[in-house]
């Protein structure tokens, strides 16, 4: 079974601070994505990823960038937290992107409240 | 461009009773895949069920299956014989060239099964 992971299940942060959100999934998936879930907006990509130190914008990147420096982790990172990225974040993978069938396996979640 | 309609913010459904859970979509591709997710209130997405638009039949998994009319553009999901563990927001999401094979995701239902 695919295994994604996310480090948190909740955090609190304060406005200004940076933040980090990881990802790690366990099967040699080429392809990595970072969601935002917003009550009544479904999933909103932000950033995705089909290698190792490549990435992509997705359609809300403003305040957010990523890393990738190893296959198997993808990181989120909010430079400066601000109100308004109090969100669930959703980590997936995939194995192929040009692929209409191809499945994404998803973390738990990150549920992330900036005070 | 793609969009996904889910237009049931919530529903009730006694236990033991089938559920037919609304998608409607909108694409120009003559090529694009469809799924359904189900997301308990623990947060991870769960892929339950996929169809490709070529598809000739109408997919099934266990209790679930998709019932896909492609002139109407629907894609509605059934579970059939209910359970308690079904309650849980489901994502309609489809993909295609029109998209960058990125998910496009509705804003999902609320189902709540009652003893």
């Known amino acids: 079974d695919v295994k994604v992971t996310q480090s948190s299940r909740y955090l609190v942060k304060r406005t200004g601070e940076k933040v980090f959100l990881e990802c790690v999934q366990d099967m040699d998936h080429e392809n990595m994505f970072w969601y935002r879930q917003d009550p009544g907006l479904g999933l909103r990509l932000i950033y995705f990823?089909?290698?190792?130190?490549?990435?992509e914008k997705g359609d809300i990147p403003e305040g957010y960038s990523v890393s990738r420096e190893k296959k198997e982790r993808f990181s989120l990172i909010l430079e400066s937290a601000s109100t308004n990225q109090t969100s669930m974040y959703l980590c997936?993978?995939?194995?192929?992107?040009?692929?209409?069938?191809?499945?994404?396996?998803f973390g738990p979640g990150t549920r992330l409240l900036v005070l | 461009a793609q969009k996904i309609t889910q237009t049931q913010p919530g529903m009730f459904v006694q236990e033991k009773e089938a559920v037919t859970l609304d998608c409607t979509y909108d694409t120009s591709d003559p090529s694009y895949g469809l799924f359904w997710y189900k997301q308990p209130s623990s947060g991870e997405m769960i892929f339950l069920i996929y169809?490709?638009?070529?598809d000739q039949q109408n997919a099934t998994e266990g209790r679930y299956s998709l019932n896909f009319q492609k002139a109407r553009k629907s894609a509605n999901l059934v579970i059939s014989a209910s359970q308690l563990g079904d309650s849980a927001m489901y994502f309609c999401?489809?993909?295609?060239?029109?998209?960058?094979?990125?998910?496009?995701w509705g804003a999902g239902t609320k189902l709540i099964i009652k003893p």
């Open positions: 999401a489809m993909r295609g060239m029109d998209s960058n094979y990125q998910l496009i």
């Open positions: 997936a993978s995939s194995l192929e992107v040009a692929a209409v069938q191809e499945t994404q396996y």
């Open positions: 990823s089909y290698d190792v130190k490549m990435k």
């Open positions: 169809q490709g638009s070529y």
